[in-house]
């Protein structure tokens, strides 16, 4: 597959992403919580599996996207589209929510389609066609040159020269 092809695909999706969480007055953040919410079963997951999962959508760091998750939350639970359930770490959907996330991938669905009209060549948006809402990979990626600590691979540690 082309380089270009690639590119054009990605940030297809990104606007996409972009244009239909704003139809729901959304952060991109909230709106891709609500996704992986919308996704769980029974629209729950524990706190610490979501941003286990947001992180493993956007190869962030999990400090990272800790801090987008808590920031998602927040707008969510204002909106009244998630509560707690059986403590703070534990999230749902509400009615509304589910609703919202609804309606978040239909809008996804929608400008999916209009972006493939006329341009047969985005083969990867065709494919998302069929799949609306990423699956996790089985285990979370690392960005290229980082270890699992997060931390570059050629970083000198405290009182140590780099090699090279």
């Known amino acids: 597959m082309p380089i270009d092809q690639f590119t054009r695909a990605f940030y297809a999706m990104n606007k996409v992403l972009e244009e239909a969480s704003q139809t729901l007055q959304l952060s991109k953040r909230a709106a891709v919580v609500l996704l992986i919410l919308s996704d769980a079963e029974k629209g729950e997951m524990r706190t610490k599996d979501l941003v286990e ?10 400090h990272t996207a800790a801090k987008d998750v808590s920031i998602a939350k927040g707008e969510l639970f204002q909106r009244d589209l998630i509560m707690a359930r059986g403590g703070i770490r534990n999230i749902e959907l509400t ?8 309606g978040l991938v239909a809008a996804i669905e929608r400008a999916l389609e209009n972006l493939v009209a006329g341009q047969k060549d985005l083969l990867l948006i065709q494919a998302a066609l069929s799949t609306i809402k990423p699956k996790m990979p ?12 997060g931390r570059r691979r050629d970083a000198a540690g405290p009182g140590k020269k780099k090699a090279g």
């Open 95 to 102: 009615a509304q929510g589910r609703d919202q996330a609804a």
């Open 138 to 149: 089985p285990k979370p990626l690392t960005p290229a040159g980082f270890k699992e600590t």
């Open 53 to 62: 999962t947001f992180q493993r959508w956007f190869v962030s760091a999990s």
